[in-house]
């Protein structure tokens, strides 16, 4: 009885011994230490966050109660995906290990000079949390963070961090630019919540149309477009109901691809001022009316299209003038489907 105790004795020494060398050797601090709690775990507490980088500029995301899409810098809608990845990385991250001892130095020099800084607000008026974030490991398998909770202090060291159930690094989700936050949406009517559709081609006009829609399957078509009198002359009462209402679910989520356009104001400025080529417009049940003109996007070489032809103008993009008369890219892909001409959503036996 007496050995054995003494063998315990020694195998909790030799392990306490183990667990001091492994520490010394790794310059771990880890442990239940607030300063190592990154995680936010109800995201649904957040009110704002607040992200600045190293060049000045920086990103205000606000939520508003009682609306899906947040606001960005108090004036633009920001995008849901981009804000969704942010929570995720607040409710899921954790810290995956501590930064070598001989690298710590130029990790801190690192979040200093050119790291970003991030706050997190969950209805005060100070930060709940706030991370200072450095490069990726070389693995890319994790991120260099520091955190700080006002009130309890700033950790004087910094952590490999990194979200639970994600391979890579999560510097790319934290990002400054307002017209990569910003929401991309032009016509979003999950409910087909309009009544009107109506398609403008500006080179070819009397291939335009416009659609009546009242719910269920009252929908007219209606063709003979003037652009004198800007009116429709002709109802077409025969037509392929199918592919009409495949047109009108498209309605359900049209985004533009980006308002970064890289575009000097001049530039932006001579584009806006030419005509259009096509126009789309859309009126909804409330009465409120929104149009977007499409303009064709010079490629930077000539390259071949869909068809196989060669052209001058760029077969994945348009130039897109949005409701709110800003320049922005609009896929082809995405907007190709909306401006068919009228003779597409004719019945088998008219073509």
């Not at 006002?150 to 060291?157: A, H, V």
């Not at 196989?308 to 922005?328: H, K, M, Q």
Request: glycine share 6%; hydrophobic share 40%; proline share 6%.
């Amino acid at each position: 009885m007496k050995k054995n105790l003494i063998l315990l004795l020694v195998l909790i020494l030799l392990g306490i011994t183990a667990v001091w060398i492994y520490k010394k050797n790794t310059g771990s601090t880890i442990s239940g230490e607030p300063l190592t709690g990154f995680a936010v775990q109800d995201t649904s507490q957040v009110t704002k966050f607040f992200i600045a980088d190293h060049f000045g500029k920086t990103a205000l995301l606000e939520r508003v109660p009682g609306q899906k899409l947040w606001k960005l810098n108090g004036k633009y809608l920001a995008r849901e995906d981009a804000v969704k990845n942010i929570l995720e990385v607040f409710q899921r991250i954790r810290v995956r290990g501590n930064v070598p001892q001989k690298g710590k130095d130029n990790m801190m020099k690192i979040i200093a000079t050119s790291g970003m800084k991030v706050e997190i607000y969950t209805g005060k008026d100070r930060p709940a949390k706030i991370y200072y974030i450095g490069s990726s490991t070389p693995d890319h398998f994790g991120t260099i963070m520091l955190l700080e909770i006002p009130g309890i202090g700033r950790s004087s060291e910094p952590y490999i961090t990194h979200m639970e159930g994600f391979t890579g690094f999560l510097n790319p989700r934290f990002f400054t630019d307002e017209n990569e936050w910003r929401y991309t949406g032009i016509f979003e009517y999950p409910d087909l919540g309009f009544n009107e559709i109506t398609f403008v081609n500006h080179l070819a006009p009397e291939t335009s149309f416009r659609v009546t829609y009242n719910g269920q399957n009252n929908i007219r078509l209606f063709g003979s477009y003037s652009p004198n009198s800007l009116s429709f002359n002709k109802n077409i009462p025969d037509f392929d109901t199918l592919a009409v209402k495949d047109l009108l679910i498209r309605f359900k989520k049209v985004h533009v691809d980006s308002y970064a356009t890289n575009l000097k104001p001049a530039v932006i400025d001579s584009i806006l001022k030419m005509p259009p080529v096509f126009t789309i417009q859309l009126k909804d049940n409330r009465g409120e009316i929104k149009s977007v003109d499409l303009f064709m996007k010079k490629a930077k070489e000539p390259r071949q299209n869909a068809q196989g032809i060669v052209t001058i103008w760029d077969p994945e993009y348009f130039w897109a003038r949005t409701p709110s008369g800003e320049l922005a890219l609009a896929q082809v892909f995405v907007f190709d489907p909306l401006i068919l001409p009228i003779d597409a959503y004719y019945t088998k036996l008219r073509q």
